[in-house]
C-alpha cells in the first residue's frame, strides 16, 4: 500500500506541470506589421473616389480564455459571446458563431482563420477587417481612414496606415459611416459592457465626424488590397 501511495504522489506531482501549463493564461499571437504598398496606391488615387464621414466607428474582438475561464462561464454567457463578439477562444480552441466552427476547432489546425471568422465566412484580420451594413458597403470595399493611419494595433503592436477591408456583416450596423473595427484578440474583455480592457484598445477608434474615402469592391486598388491581405495570411501572418 506505501508503495501504491508513493507511486500515486509521485504521478500527480509529474502531472502538475502539465495541468498548469494548460491552465496558464493564454497569450495574444503575435503578428507583423501589415504590408502597405496597396493602402500607398490607394491614397495616391484618393481624389478619384467618394467620401463621407463616420457616423460611428466601435470595435469588436475575440475574446480568449484559459480553459478553467472558459469553464468558469456559463452556457448562457458562451452564447452571449458568440452573438455579440462572434467568436471566441477557451485555451486553444476557437468557437465561432458560424456554422463552420460553432463546435470548435484546434487553432493551429485553421492557421488561416485563427482570430476567428466573419459572418460571410471571411477569415477575421486584427486592425484591417471591418464589419458593415452590406447593403450600404459591399464586402471587399475598402475604407480609408486618415485618422486611423498611424493608430497602434493591439495585435501587432505597430502602428496602421488607415485602410481597412469590408471583410464581415454587422447585423446591427444600419447607417451610412457606421463601421466595427476588428481589434484582434482580448484578453482583459469586460463582459458587462462588453469593451476590451486591453492596452492600446480604447485609442484604436476615431470620433464621429472623421473623414473616410470608399474605394469600390470592383476597383483595381481595392483588388490589390484584398490580394495582399491573402499573401500576408497565407505567409504566416507577415
Known sequence: MRYIKIFLLLL??????????????V??????????????AIITDLDKVKTD??????QYYTPIYSTSQANALTSKEKQTLLEMEGNYVAGNILYSYSDKYRNGVVRQNI???KFGIGSV???????????ANRHIYDIGTVIFIPGM???????????????????????????HG???????????????SKICEDKNEANFSVPAGSKFYI???NDAHARDFKNEIIGYIRNGWK
Open 215 to 217: 474605394v469600390p469592391n
Open 27 to 40: 497569450q495574444k499571437i503575435f503578428i507583423e506589421k501589415f504590408p502597405d504598398n496597396a493602402c500607398k
Open 121 to 131: 465566412d471571411n477569415a477575421l484580420v486584427p486592425c484591417r477587417t471591418i464589419a
Open 53 to 58: 464621414k463616420i457616423s460611428n466607428a466601435t
Open 12 to 25: 500527480s506531482l509529474a502531472l502538475c506541470p502539465l495541468a498548469l501549463a494548460q491552465d496558464a493564461e
Open 149 to 175: 493611419a498611424g493608430k497602434i494595433c493591439p495585435q501587432s503592436h505597430t502602428p496602421v496606415d488607415g485602410c481597412f477591408l469590408v471583410g464581415d456583416v454587422g447585423g446591427k450596423i444600419t447607417e
Open 178 to 192: 457606421h463601421f466595427d473595427i476588428f481589434a484582434g484578440e482580448c484578453m482583459k474583455y469586460n463582459f458587462k
Open 111 to 113: 492557421p488561416n482563420d
